[in-house]
């Protein structure tokens, strides 16, 4: 991995300031910190349908398998262990918010495909004002409260506690992201990197409340689907870039086997309570951990606490492209990247909307 910073061209805008640990910084993406022993891996088979907007994992098995007996119980070949972890201090962005951050720190820069991760606890009249985006995908999810979202297109909507929205910056947006309450709004922030060939599709949106996110339970342990499969249930939400998102809570006592295609590369964020992640006999890890997962075909997870536990499971397909990113803006080259400032400035190439555009006030 290497970073490079480079003289600052003129940007509008408060964001400047905003993604302090993401400055300009250019590397290969299969270069994280995955041992060169694990490169040599298989790839996993998968397909995305468009009409059923689903992911079908074909070298995993097709459920996760929790509690009961040895003959329950899948034989991975090659289980995942930790291999990094990573606590998420505090600190602040955007305009009086606080985060916790995971991924994008300089512990844990990227993990292929994903670029960073936040857990924001936000109160106003803090938070993310109008700022741009263009190369890759925002996964928000809500955990307590609700956040306001508005961009430049005219779309504007609200997503509440257990709600999701999937957005697809591609070749341009300007948004805003407020919260919509009083009291401390707390989610999720997920940005997952496109591949070159999606850099520059038009932006758009899958918002899932929460009452349509597909839902599993047994033996102890309950899943919700955010993307992906588990269970043999799987989540009616469509990845450009292929990616499982699976909420688990775990009772006291409880265990769990969940499938992962083996080429992927995955981690678990720990939101609550404390559990025993890959092998039986590791340290346990608790809430505000990022774990960084080796390869291999599935995770398996205890919990010996006396408290339940939760974590959200993450993995991805990479994509072995070089990445350059000037904070919100990530794309292949620094020629694409300064095109993509310009186009910003000027008002062109997807940002034609950017001049005239100011999100409306929210009224608490």
Same mark, same amino acid.
């Given at each position: 991995?290497?970073?490079?910073?480079?003289?600052?061209?003129?940007?509008?805008?408060?964001?400047?300031?905003?993604?302090?640990?993401?400055?300009?910084?250019?590397?290969?993406?299969?270069?994280?910190?995955?041992?060169?022993?694990?490169?040599?891996?298989? +790839?996993?088979?998968?397909?995305?349908?468009?009409?059923? +907007?689903?992911?079908?994992?074909?070298?995993?098995?097709?459920?996760?398998?929790?509690?009961?007996?040895?003959?329950?119980? @899948?034989?991975?070949?090659?289980?995942?262990?930790?291999? +990094?972890?990573?606590?998420?201090?505090?600190?602040?962005?955007?305009?009086?918010?606080?985060?916790?951050?995971?991924?994008?720190?300089?512990?844990?820069?990227?993990?292929?495909?994903?670029?960073?991760?936040?857990?924001?606890?936000?109160?106003?009249?803090?938070?993310?004002?109008? /700022?741009?985006?263009?190369?890759?995908?925002?996964?928000?999810?809500?955990?307590?409260?609700?956040?306001?979202?508005?961009?430049?297109? =005219?779309?504007?909507?609200?997503?509440?506690?257990?709600?999701?929205?999937?957005?697809?910056?591609?070749?341009?947006?300007?948004?805003?992201?407020?919260?919509?309450?009083? =009291?401390?709004?707390? =989610?999720?922030?997920?940005?997952?990197?496109?591949?070159?060939?999606?850099?520059?599709?038009?932006?758009?949106?899958?918002?899932?409340?929460? *009452?349509?996110?597909?839902?599993?339970?047994?033996?102890?342990?309950?899943?919700?689907?955010?993307?992906?499969?588990?269970?043999?249930?799987?989540?009616?939400?469509?990845?450009?870039?292929?990616?499982?998102?699976?909420?688990?809570?775990?009772?006291?006592?409880?265990?769990?086997?969940? @499938?992962?295609?083996?080429?992927?590369?995955?981690?678990?964020?720990?939101?609550?309570?404390?559990?025993?992640? =890959?092998?039986?006999?590791?340290?346990?890890?608790?809430?505000?951990?990022?774990?960084?997962?080796? @390869?291999?075909?599935?995770?398996?997870?205890?919990? +010996?606490?006396? *408290?339940?536990?939760?974590?959200?499971?993450?993995?991805?397909?990479?994509?072995?492209?070089?990445?350059?990113?000037?904070?919100?803006?990530?794309?292949?080259?620094?020629?694409?990247?300064?095109?993509?400032?310009?186009?910003?400035?000027?008002?062109?190439?997807?940002?034609?909307?950017?001049?005239?555009?100011?999100?409306?006030?929210?009224? /608490?």
């Amino acid at each position: 991995m290497m970073l490079t910073v480079m003289a600052r061209p003129m940007m509008r805008g408060w964001y400047t300031s905003i993604y302090s640990n993401l400055l300009f910084n250019s590397f290969t993406a299969r270069q994280t910190f995955i041992p060169s022993s694990f490169s040599n891996r298989p +790839k996993a088979s998968f397909f995305l349908s468009n009409q059923k +907007k689903s992911l079908i994992m074909s070298q995993s098995a097709s459920t996760a398998v929790v509690g009961g007996g040895d003959a329950e119980i @899948p034989r991975f070949e090659r289980p995942r262990f930790v291999v +990094k972890r990573v606590l998420a201090e505090s600190q602040k962005e955007g305009q009086g918010a606080t985060v916790r951050r995971s991924i994008g720190r300089p512990e844990l820069r990227n993990l292929d495909p994903f670029l960073m991760l936040d857990e924001f606890a936000v109160s106003p009249p803090a938070g993310f004002p109008d /700022h741009p985006h263009r190369g890759f995908e925002t996964v928000t999810y809500m955990l307590e409260g609700a956040f306001t979202h508005q961009d430049f297109a =005219g779309h504007k909507g609200t997503i509440s506690t257990g709600d999701v929205q999937w957005m697809t910056a591609g070749r341009g947006i300007i948004h805003s992201e407020m919260p919509a309450g009083e =009291g401390v709004q707390k =989610g999720l922030q997920l940005w997952i990197n496109l591949s070159s060939k999606d850099k520059m599709v038009e932006p758009r949106y899958q918002e899932l409340p929460s *009452k349509n996110i597909s839902r599993a339970e047994k033996d102890g342990v309950e899943v919700r689907i955010i993307a992906g499969e588990a269970f043999g249930v799987q989540s009616p939400v469509y990845t450009r870039t292929p990616t499982m998102f699976l909420d688990f809570t775990m009772k006291p006592g409880a265990q769990l086997h969940q @499938p992962i295609p083996d080429s992927w590369n995955s981690f678990v964020y720990i939101i609550e309570g404390e559990g025993i992640f =890959g092998t039986e006999d590791s340290t346990p890890a608790t809430s505000h951990h990022c774990l960084a997962l080796s @390869p291999g075909d599935g995770l398996r997870v205890w919990n +010996k606490s006396a *408290k339940q536990l939760r974590f959200v499971l993450i993995a991805g397909q990479p994509l072995d492209e070089p990445v350059v990113q000037y904070g919100p803006f990530v794309m292949n080259t620094h020629a694409e990247i300064r095109q993509a400032m310009e186009d910003y400035n000027f008002g062109r190439n997807g940002f034609e909307r950017a001049k005239h555009w100011k999100s409306e006030p929210l009224l /608490h």
